[in-house]
Structures are given as C-alpha cells and as structure tokens.
C-alpha cells in the first residue's frame, strides 16, 4: 500500500517562507512525476509546479521565481520551497506522486497541508 506524507505547512506573515515535503511511503514502486496542486476556497485545484523522474521542472505563472520544486529519490520525497510568500497563496497545499505500484501506474494524492499568508 501507497501512502503520501506532507508536513511543513503553517501560518506566515506576507514575504515570509515556507518548505513543504512529501514522502511516499511502501515498497516495490517506482516514481515518476512528482507534484504539488493547491486549492484556495472557493477555487478550483491548480498546479503549483510538477517534477518530472529527470529533473525537469513546470511552475505555475503565479509562482515563478518564488518556489522552488526538489526531489530526493533516495527518500521518495518531493519538497516544495515557498519564498516571497503572498497573501494570494493562502490555500491547502497537495502532493500528488505519479507512480508505478502493484502492476498499474496511477497518481496518489496526499491529504493536504495549510498555508496561511497574514498579517
């Protein structure tokens, strides 16, 4: 069984940072994509920025510049640096891992984590 871990959400003040992880826990997988969506309320899910097995990297426009997508395939961990951090990014921050587990590939989803941008 696939599990996905988040940690490292919280409440900051405007400009300040942030550093979300992800780990995949189990065994006998392999990974591809890895990923962070978020959800402010009242809005749609959107991607924030993706990574893919190779180390290529897509950020979302609003985002650029400011965060910064990692992985350590060693730890099945993908991280999410969040610099300059605004008000608008306040939403619940999700892992999605792109993988290949028990003969099928399939996207896992964590449960989300909680950025508060404020004052």
């Known amino acids: 069984q696939v599990q996905l871990v988040e940690s490292g959400g919280g409440l900051v003040q405007p400009g300040g940072s942030l550093r979300l992880s992800c780990t995949a826990s189990?065994?006998?997988?392999?990974?591809?994509?890895m990923g962070w969506y978020r959800q402010a309320p009242g809005k749609e899910r959107e991607l924030v920025a993706h990574?893919?097995?190779?180390?290529?990297?897509n950020y979302a426009d609003s985002v650029k510049g400011r965060f910064t997508i990692s992985r350590d395939n060693a730890k099945n961990t993908v991280y999410l640096q969040m610099n300059s951090l605004k008000p608008e990014d306040t939403a619940v921050y999700y892992c999605?891992?792109?993988?290949?587990?028990?003969?099928?590939?399939?996207?896992?989803w964590g449960r989300g984590t909680q950025v508060t941008v404020s004052s």
């Open positions: 999605n891992i792109d993988l290949y587990y028990s003969g099928r590939r399939d996207d896992y």
């Open positions: 189990g065994s006998f997988f392999i990974i591809y994509t």
């Open positions: 990574i893919s097995s190779g180390g290529n990297t």
